[in-house]
């Protein structure tokens, strides 16, 4: 049975997707009015109950420079892997080894899976083509891998974005997890009348 409180949190989470619903509603018809937005809230509510989807925990958490450094470095990466890949296309004799890779990511929150999914395929060069949603496993093609250099090189790439994230957006469980320090154990040693150093 749940708490008044977990329900409150319940229906919390369902309104950004709610928003954005009337958002995509109202562009699609160019045009604000009243009615509009009724009908899009109507509309929203239906696709929200109808087709129910497991809420994304919101961290609730900013750090805002973190964040823009965050997305400084995005812009940086799509740039270089932008020249990357046009070089690639030009390039007298191409010689290419594409690859799959496996990338295990730390977190366990869905929210950082999404964005380090979105962060890695919107630069050139990648993209994510399964996820594997209980282990937090990213499955990518990536352009040009020659040697296991390139590989390792590209892993801790997308382990790097991951970690911008974390420090710009992430919960405390996920900070705690990417240094190392699971949430679990320090709980545990509360309990145990140990404070964790």
Do not use: C
Request: glycine share 6%; proline share 5%; hydrophobic share 50%.
């Amino acid at each position: 049975m749940t708490t008044p409180r977990e329900r409150l949190e319940a229906v919390g989470n369902q309104i950004p997707p709610l928003i954005a619903l009337i958002v995509l509603w109202m562009l699609l018809w160019g045009e604000f009015s009243w009615l509009n937005l009724l009908v899009g809230l109507v509309v929203g509510i239906v696709v929200t109950v109808a087709f129910y989807l497991v809420p994304v925990q919101l961290s609730g958490r900013l750090h805002p420079l973190d964040a823009v450094v965050f997305f400084v470095r995005l812009i940086l990466d799509i740039v270089r892997a932008s020249i990357d890949v046009s070089w690639l296309a030009v390039k007298p004799r191409l010689v290419t080894s594409n690859a799959i890779l496996a990338i295990r990511l730390r977190t366990r929150s869905d929210l950082i899976l999404t964005w380090t999914a979105v962060a890695t395929s919107i630069v050139p060069g990648s993209i994510v083509v399964d996820i594997d949603r209980e282990s937090s496993i990213l499955y990518l093609h990536v352009l040009n891998m020659q040697s296991a250099r390139d590989i390792e090189s590209f892993r801790r790439r997308v382990l790097a974005a991951e970690r911008r994230i974390v420090r710009g957006f992430g919960s405390r469980e996920d900070v705690e997890r990417l240094r190392g320090v699971r949430p679990v154990d320090r709980r545990a040693q509360r309990m145990n009348g140990k404070e964790p150093s």
